[in-house]
């Protein structure tokens, strides 16, 4: 799963490296800089050591130095993206039993019995479990979604209709406490690969100045 996502990763990256790379061993040697004299911008680029002044009429070198320019800054931050990968993969090879791991091996699952929960098992817990719902105004859940949860706007059976088709595990207006205050945002989510969890608040009238104002509240808190 995650582990083959990255090593397909790294394959992409590792081509990006080899395209620029290729590109830029075609163009001239030299780093291009400008300077500026009042309205107008003298070019200069310095190869081995050595300043040389570009004229106007050299546009062509001009452009082609800084592409390479570009091109090099693109190939500096790949290459850093690489060694980030290569750092997950390493750490991933040595933690033989982080969750990736486990998620990925069936036999490490059946002798985990009793101790390891599937991600897909505790996410689907998680939705079909009970929650506290906000019980302001439920008099205004009058919008049908196809997972038959009721909502009040369109904009949110939207919402929720993706979400499902897309098996992306929600909960609608579930509790959230913070600091002694309890909030519902519209959403809360969980990410289907990782669990990681996510609010999601559709702020849908903000021409509303009571509503305005209880959105900057609830931003702030």
């Not at 990006?16 to 040697?29: A, K």
């Not at 592409?67 to 980030?84: A, T, V």
């Not at 993969?89 to 390891?116: A, M, T, W």
């Amino acid at each position: 799963m995650l582990y083959q996502r990255m090593m397909k990763e790294k394959q992409k990256v590792e081509d990006r490296i080899n395209d620029l790379q290729s590109q830029i061993d075609v163009l001239p040697s030299g780093t291009f800089f400008c300077t500026r004299n009042n309205k107008y911008y003298k070019w200069y680029y310095t190869d081995k050591g050595k300043t040389k002044y570009i004229s106007k009429s050299e546009r062509k070198l001009a452009e082609q130095l800084v592409k390479r320019k570009y091109l090099e800054s693109r190939l500096r931050k790949l290459k850093q993206e690489e060694k980030r990968i290569d750092i997950y993969l390493k750490q991933y090879s040595l933690d033989e039993f982080s969750s990736y791991h486990v998620e990925e091996h069936p036999e490490l699952q059946k002798l985990l019995s009793g101790v390891y929960v599937p991600l897909k098992q505790e996410l689907d817990e998680w939705v079909n479990a009970s929650y506290t719902n906000n019980p302001k105004e439920p008099q205004k859940l009058i919008h049908k979604t196809i997972p038959g949860i009721l909502v009040r706007s369109k904009s949110e059976a939207l919402i929720i209709n993706a979400l499902f088709e897309h098996k992306i595990p929600f909960r609608y207006e579930c509790l959230l406490q913070i600091q002694n205050v309890s909030i519902y945002p519209d959403f809360t989510i969980r990410h289907p690969v990782t669990g990681e969890v996510y609010y999601w608040e559709h702020f849908g009238m903000m021409d509303n100045e009571n509503y305005a104002h209880n959105v900057y509240s609830k931003l702030q808190l």
